[in-house]
């Protein structure tokens, strides 16, 4: 099971939105609406930011958001702000024969 | 508020076994509805899944792993823990454990722990 590929990096200034892609395949992203995306900060645990594609739990800021098309996600980040900078990873449920989850690399957001 | 917490030895000799335990707290590992699960992350490397086991006990491992896991749950003591055998430096990251919404998302992550494949 290959890893879900994301850029290794994008930037923006305050204010402005950013959109981090997740491309896989269609026994994962593209057949299951159960991507997730978790937020890293240096040194700390990921934490859950968007699920089921574009649910966001309680707490989360609206200003961020999930779609998908195809075998394609994206996390959108609206109105980026200083805090938001942190790594961000999208998940993917790939199946119930095999029962596995499958990581996206990894992007690097960059508050300029 | 459930919360996660990992312990167990954070340096390993290659060839040997890592052994980590994730206690919960303020929760259940019993509810239905949610698996627990295994994830790590080597030093300025992306996350990998290791795997989970339901709170029936049934388990799932990444393929790639699978020769090496075994997750187990202890409900007397509300934890579950993994036994990865044959370790190198190639096993040397931040272990963590989370609560999965099956068959969704990891919805709580423990802090982690780190640990250090080395002679």
């Known amino acids: 099971q290959s890893a879900l590929t994301q850029p290794r990096s994008v930037s923006g200034s305050p204010g402005q939105s950013v959109t981090i892609s997740c491309t896989g395949t269609s026994s994962d992203v593209g057949g299951y609406n159960y991507v997730s995306w978790y937020q890293q900060h240096p040194g700390k645990a990921p934490k859950l930011m968007i699920y089921?594609?574009?649910k966001r739990p309680s707490g989360v800021p609206d200003r961020f958001s999930g779609s998908k098309s195809g075998n394609t996600a994206s996390l959108t980040i609206s109105g980026l702000q200083a805090e938001d900078e942190a790594d961000y990873y999208c998940?993917?449920?790939?199946?119930?024969?095999?029962?596995?989850?499958?990581f996206g690399t990894g992007t690097k957001v960059t508050v300029l | 508020q459930l919360q996660l917490q990992e312990s167990g030895s954070g340096l390993v000799k290659p060839s040997q076994t890592l052994s980590l335990t994730c206690a919960v707290s303020?929760?259940?590992?019993?509810?239905?509805?949610?698996?627990w699960s295994w994830i790590r992350q080597p030093p300025g490397k992306g996350l990998e899944w290791i795997g989970y086991i339901y709170h029936s006990g049934s388990t799932y491992y990444n393929p790639s792993l699978k020769s090496r896991v075994t997750i187990s749950v202890d409900r007397s003591k509300n934890q579950f823990s993994l036994k990865l055998s044959s370790v190198t430096a190639a096993d040397t990251a931040v272990y963590y454990c989370?609560?999965?919404?099956?068959?969704?998302?990891?919805?709580?992550w423990g802090k982690g722990t780190t640990v250090t494949v080395s002679s």
């Open positions: 303020g929760g259940s590992i019993s509810s239905g509805g949610y698996s």
């Open positions: 989370a609560r999965v919404v099956v068959p969704s998302y990891m919805d709580v």
């Open positions: 998940c993917s449920y790939a199946g119930s024969y095999i029962h596995n989850y499958v």
């Open positions: 089921d594609v574009s």
